[in-house]
């Protein structure tokens, strides 16, 4: 089983917004791509591992996140879940400020008009039976969402956040199943 959270908690309402898109995202691809793996909600790992990760209590740094992982109560209340795999997950998306003209009137509008969007998503993953890191893939994706305008706005958006959670869910999957592979034999777990 594999558990997913973010990190570092503390984010404010739009950007919190943004990342439960992209762990739905996440969760989607993941399932899509490794059917034989088992995700568990964030907030049951959040509420398992309760006050260690919390904005005030959270590890600032991955070298801190592995040291909290080695704790022998954090083993214990992770093996109690049944989890193999933990991967901590931190996005953003940055939206520049757009670009051109449309004008309207009383007969419709007319003009063009961008904005150019990027999405930046890292995770770290460990392997849990040995608190091993695993991998830090971290996926960067660009776009331009452009509304040309004729009579009414047509909107052709950037998708970003897509394709860089995507993108991110093939990488992790990747070092999910190398983990799996490296298993010790009769690992009943696996």
């Known amino acids: 089983m594999i558990g997913l959270v973010w990190w570092p908690a503390n984010l404010a309402y739009e950007a919190f917004e943004s990342a439960r898109k992209v762990e739905h995202c996440l969760i989607d691809e993941l399932e899509r791509i490794a059917p034989e793996v088992d995700l568990v909600d964030q907030g049951i790992l959040r509420d398992d591992l309760y006050p260690l990760l919390e904005p005030a209590t959270q590890p600032a740094s991955v070298e801190a996140f592995g040291a909290m992982l080695e704790r022998a109560d954090v083993r214990q209340r992770l093996a109690g879940l049944g989890l193999d795999f933990l991967i901590a997950v931190a996005a953003q998306t940055r939206d ?20 150019d969007q990027s999405t930046r998503i890292q995770a770290v993953l460990w392997q849990l039976d040995g608190q091993e ?41 990747s070092g999910i199943r190398d983990g799996l592979a490296v298993a010790p034999a009769g690992d009943e777990k696996r």
């Open 96 to 115: 520049d400020e757009g670009q051109g003209l449309i004008l309207c009137g009383y007969t419709g509008c007319l003009g063009f008009a961008w904005q």
């Open 133 to 173: 890191l695993l991998q830090k893939p971290e996926v960067e994706t660009h776009g331009t969402s452009v509304y040309p305008t004729f009579l009414l706005p047509v909107p052709l958006l950037a998708r970003t956040r897509v394709a860089a959670c995507r993108e991110l869910a093939v990488r992790l999957a």
